[in-house]
């Protein structure tokens, strides 16, 4: 029942904003602004999926957006100096997000440190390593072999949004459907009682970070694609973002509960707040503030509700 109330707050949160951005703006309710929030929402939105597996777990991971520019440069080096096809790039993302993820959770499982913690310190490492990889300048001029992915359509529709789909779906079944998401799920809402249940739990955590962190990957590939280069500046502050999408979409911030659709309903909430403030010409400066309270709204609203 609280799950539905929580979807419900956030779709009418959604409609609220829908309402006054199309009062304040003409352009809004157009085809292709829509179109626009989506792709724009992609990045974000694959990032969030993952968050939400470890959010749902009990725990956070603030490297993924350092882990998406690390794919990124990588990815887009790869792109120049070799002929590898555009599957084995996207293979490459997935791959060297999976790896980082990986260590965060075996980093958490043999130090036993707070995820905060740990994924504070892999935020920095794969930050550097992009920064080393690129020689800290941005690497441009990638093969339309590989920015059609970030810059073509399928069907009339862009493709990074079918990438979108894709982890929608693929989400949804596993934390739904499978035993995988049931123990996710066991082990975010009581980690004492899932280790007298007998679940593998540090196993468990390898594959919810090695997800979260693939995930992230594929988010770099997105956003590579998409600016044409891969930047080791990609992506600042986008876990925070991501956070709060899922957040906003109903998870709970101690773990347990969690949602895919909540959490995509959360992503198109905040594409269409930084679409809306963008129609007004709304500073930059002004969005990062809008997020931050939006977050602080959502985590106060949820604490509440759990201590009722």
Not at 90 to 118: E, K, Q, R
Request: net charge positive; aromatic share 8%.
């Amino acid at each position: 029942m609280n799950r539905h109330r929580y979807l419900i707050q956030c779709a009418a949160f959604l409609a609220v904003m829908g309402i006054v951005f199309s009062a304040t703006s003409p352009y809004f309710f157009a085809l292709n602004n829509f179109a626009n929030i989506l792709t724009a929402s992609t990045v974000i939105g694959l990032m969030a999926l993952g968050a939400t597996f470890v959010i749902a777990s009990g725990g956070i991971d603030l490297s993924t957006a350092s882990v998406m520019a690390l794919a990124g440069v990588v990815a887009a080096i790869a792109a120049q100096h070799t002929a590898l096809p555009p599957a084995a790039i996207i293979g490459l993302c997935l791959g060297i997000g999976a790896i980082c993820g990986f260590v965060n959770g075996l980093l958490i499982n043999i130090t036993g440190a707070p995820s905060f913690i740990i994924t504070l310190g892999m935020m920095s490492v794969a930050r550097a390593l992009a920064y080393i990889a690129s020689h800290g300048m941005p690497v441009y001029g990638l093969p339309d072999t590989i920015t059609v992915f970030g810059q073509g359509s399928f069907v009339g529709v862009a493709a990074p949004i079918w990438f979108l789909v894709a982890g929608t779906l693929i989400s949804i079944y596993l934390l739904g459907f499978t035993a995988f998401g049931q123990r996710v799920l066991i082990l975010g809402d009581n980690p004492i009682a899932a280790r007298a249940m007998g679940l593998p739990i540090n196993r468990l955590r390898l594959k919810i970070y090695a997800l979260a962190g693939a995930l992230s990957g594929l988010a770099g590939f997105i956003f590579m694609a998409r600016t044409n280069s891969g930047d080791p500046t990609a992506g600042t502050s986008y876990e925070l973002i991501a956070i709060t999408a899922v957040i906003l979409g109903g998870a709970n911030l101690f773990g347990g509960r969690a949602t895919i659709v909540g959490t995509v309903l959360g992503v198109l909430c905040l594409g269409v707040l930084q679409n809306g403030l963008n129609l007004l010409a709304i500073s930059t400066f002004y969005q990062i503030l809008f997020v931050g309270i939006v977050l602080l709204l959502a985590a106060s609203l949820r604490r509440q509700e759990a201590s009722r």
